[in-house]
């Protein structure tokens, strides 16, 4: 079986589970979140159907032997371990300067605007959209959210994004990102 198509299909797996858990957080979403999950599993649906079926071994007529029964061992289930969830941003680490810096604007955070509710994004959203839009960055990913918290409108959000940032709108994993700030402008 080729391995990276397997992967491929857990990565959409894992971004509709995500997605679901975002719901738990953020249930006033569900209209823009629903579409995404249902999204997500079609691809991997998808995916899953253009896997080549592992042939089945040819029957052996080499003789069998009676297997002598041994009792089976009892184990008690383990519990589910709880999905880990990052529920603040980290700050940045602190630049080191040589010379006195001018003083900067009193810091933004994410909850500074009046009009912006931050995204509750689950730890899989985070790392996908920091990987694949933010070039593995968490201090570029941090910096973006801390300004698109300081925006007016979502409008703005996607210029900043697209004009200012570079950001190719039309890419998969940013419109999944756009879909989940979309509601954060109320």
């Known amino acids: 079986m080729n391995k990276s198509k397997i992967n491929e299909i857990k990565n959409r797996v894992y ?3 995500g997605l679901l ?5 953020r249930p006033e979403i569900t209209d823009s979140i629903l579409p995404l ?34 009792p089976e061992p009892t184990l008690e289930p383990e519990p589910d371990p709880e999905p880990v969830y990052e529920s ?30 931050p995204p509750a994004f689950c730890l899989n959203d985070r790392f996908r959209f920091r990987r694949s839009i933010f070039g593995g960055s968490d201090a570029e990913f941090n910096a973006a959210m801390r300004h698109i918290a300081t925006l007016p409108d979502y409008q703005d ?15 998969e994993d940013v419109v999944d990102f756009l879909e989940i700030l979309k509601p954060c402008w109320s």
């Open 15 to 17: 971004e509709a589970e």
């Open 21 to 25: 858990e975002l719901l738990t957080n």
């Open 37 to 70: 999950v249902a999204k997500r599993l079609d691809e991997a649906q998808s995916m899953l159907k253009q896997l080549p079926a592992e042939p089945t071994p040819e029957p052996t007529l080499e003789p069998t032997l009676e297997p002598t029964l041994e």
């Open 88 to 117: 603040e941003q980290e700050p940045d680490p602190e630049p080191v300067y040589e010379s006195e810096p001018e003083p900067d604007p009193e810091p933004v955070s994410l909850s500074s605007h009046a009009r912006f509710n």
């Open 157 to 171: 959000a996607l210029r900043y994004l697209g004009e200012e940032m570079g950001v190719d709108l039309e890419d």
